[in-house]
């Protein structure tokens, strides 16, 4: 008899530590259902994914200046970047985006106009930044801005003051006659800035004529048609132009004439720019995020940023080729 009841209490005993253990691994298993997790020390990891549109210097300066706020913000260990390249495809922006959805990541940031509209499309509920995004109203398509979109949805615009931009121009060239404007057909936010270009031009009297490529493989046959036919070339922050630089460059500069850049990365191919810092941009919209994930700000409630500052930039080697006189006032392009 008494040897029953060491069995039965050994049992009770084996029992009660199943019961227990069987709660521990339900609640381990709900952890682990999401994306978001915990460090050693019990503070939550956030786990952000970031599509960038394409490969060259301004969207990656703008990827690193958002990271390195995150880190700094959140703590280098609470935080974990899944960081990919769509390589210029827009197909490619919706696989990664729609990976992300997948993967229940607590934030995506999306690097250009074409991963911002495939964010977009992939999700109503995970918060979306945008940076290297020119105009969001034209981006979203939303007719009636007002600076915030209402939605899961905020960011960064490096969009340049346009008629500075044309001043720029005018500065350098006073006896200009004819301004081609170059830019890529598939990138609304090109088309845009594009517009307001024609647009300052008009209002000083400057005739222009606008050149479109589809893609990357028509750039140096349209870049070609414009150095025929124009005085100089004006190309907005467009990703497709700047993912050519180099076959611009070997067009404009034989054909002698000066191309004017929207950002510093194009002018490798220009003689000057008033340019913006994509680090800084991207530095702003980690900031954006840091409110979000670890002050529960709403994305749709918050204003679109722009950059403080623009700086005038020239390109020495590209003026001294072109004899072209650059005036006060403007910093050496590196």
């Not at 703008?62 to 210029?88: P, R, S, W």
């Not at 060239?173 to 004819?178: E, G, N, R, S």
Request: glycine share 8%.
């Amino acid at each position: 008899m008494r040897l029953s009841k060491k069995i039965v209490s050994v049992l009770t005993a084996t029992a009660l530590i199943a019961s227990l253990t069987a709660c521990g691994s339900g609640s381990n298993s709900t952890t682990s259902g999401s994306k978001s997790g915990s460090d050693n020390s019990g503070s939550k990891v956030y786990h952000v994914g970031i599509c960038q549109l394409v490969e060259h210097e301004a969207l990656d300066s703008a990827t690193k200046g958002f990271q390195d706020a995150l880190k700094e913000k959140l703590g280098e260990e609470n935080v974990e970047f899944d960081v990919q390249n769509a390589q210029g495809e827009s197909t490619n922006c919706s696989t990664i985006c729609n990976g992300f959805v997948t993967d229940n990541v607590d934030l995506i940031m999306a690097n250009a106009t074409g991963a911002l509209q495939a964010a977009v499309s992939s999700t109503n509920s995970i918060p979306i930044l945008g940076t290297s995004v020119t105009d969001y109203a034209t981006a979203l398509n939303i007719s009636d801005w007002n600076g915030k979109t209402g939605t899961n949805v905020s960011g960064t615009s490096d969009l340049a003051p346009i008629d500075q931009q044309e001043d720029m121009i005018l500065e350098i060239l006073p006896d200009v006659k004819t301004v081609g404007i170059a830019y890529c057909s598939s990138e609304p936010n090109s088309a845009f800035q594009a517009q307001k270009m024609e647009e300052a031009l008009k209002a000083d009297g400057i005739e222009y004529k606008e050149y479109t490529a589809s893609d990357s493989n028509e750039i140096q046959s349209v870049i070609t048609t414009a150095c025929d036919e124009v005085d100089a070339i004006y190309i907005p922050t467009d990703n497709t132009m700047a993912s050519s630089v180099e076959t611009i460059k070997n067009v404009v500069i034989p054909a002698g004439v000066p191309l004017f850049a929207g950002e510093e990365g194009i002018c490798v191919a220009g003689v000057a720019t008033l340019s913006i810092s994509y680090y800084d941009l991207g530095y702003a919209t980690g900031e954006m995020a840091y409110e979000i994930l670890a002050n529960g700000k709403n994305p749709g409630d918050m204003d679109i940023q722009y950059s403080p500052a623009t700086t005038k930039k020239y390109n020495k080697e590209n003026c001294e080729t072109l004899n072209i006189t650059i005036p006060d006032g403007y910093e050496e392009l590196k």
